[in-house]
């Protein structure tokens, strides 16, 4: 994260200067001088705001250095095929959600590094980005009211959704989503979340969570 402040900090520098250079040459009528030191101002500038773009979001997500737990889970049956979810996340941040169906799944946005922005030393980094419920039966999935809940708050500049949108723009840059698979929700049940470097893995904390695994997989078999 140094370098990129430092790479930020010294293109900037760069357009002042080429910025400076293109008024004096103006100012002398040195126009084709003048013209090549625009350029490299313009250059400078998108490259500092590249920088700029990158550090916002390397610090807005959380750093992912091995894998390691980022959320905890909690079921509560409140009805027919109805959860009361209680999540606490990184930081501490406890929520209660309300989810309909079967089975439970949480989403993140992960960013990883390729050539050549690999250079720049950065660890891969990830935020958790939805909750939602799910309906075993296809066609009561189809019918019945879903539940989904954002798990964080949109950023004025994302550099996971620049990268989806303009992948020829961020080269270096890889987003995906990492997704845990589908869990079973159950009366008691507690489960840890995991981030790996590619996926979120869900893991049984209590009882209540290996039975609800266990009649699950004899039920998909």
Avoid at 88 to 112: C, I
Avoid at 154 to 173: C, H, K, N, S, Y
Wanted: net charge neutral; with cysteine; proline share 4%.
């Amino acid at each position: 994260m140094e370098l990129l402040a430092a790479v930020g900090g010294l293109f900037l520098l760069l357009a002042v200067f080429f910025l400076a250079r293109s008024v004096r040459s103006v100012r002398r009528g040195q126009i084709i001088r003048a013209g090549g030191a625009g350029i490299s101002c313009v250059a400078s500038v998108a490259i500092t705001i590249a920088a700029g773009v990158l550090l916002y979001s390397y610090i807005s997500y959380d750093r992912l250095t091995a894998e390691q737990r980022v959320s905890k889970i909690e079921f509560r049956r409140t009805g027919a095929s109805e959860y009361e979810a209680r999540v606490v996340t990184v930081g501490e941040v406890d929520r209660l959600y309300t989810l309909r169906g079967d089975e439970w799944q949480m989403d993140a946005r992960v960013v990883s590094w390729t050539p050549p922005a690999t250079i720049l030393g950065l660890d891969p980094i990830y935020r958790l980005e939805r909750l939602s419920g799910r309906y075993t039966d296809i066609q009561r999935e189809r019918e019945e009211e879903r539940t989904v809940y954002s798990l964080t708050e949109e950023q004025p500049i994302d550099i996971w959704d620049i990268a989806r949108r303009f992948p020829l723009l961020t080269p270096g840059v890889d987003a995906y989503y990492g997704t845990a698979t589908y869990v079973p929700m159950a009366d008691g049940a507690r489960f840890e979340v995991n981030m790996t470097r590619d996926a979120l893995v869900a893991r049984p904390a209590n009882e209540a969570a290996r039975e609800a695994l266990g009649h699950w997989d004899s039920g998909n078999r």
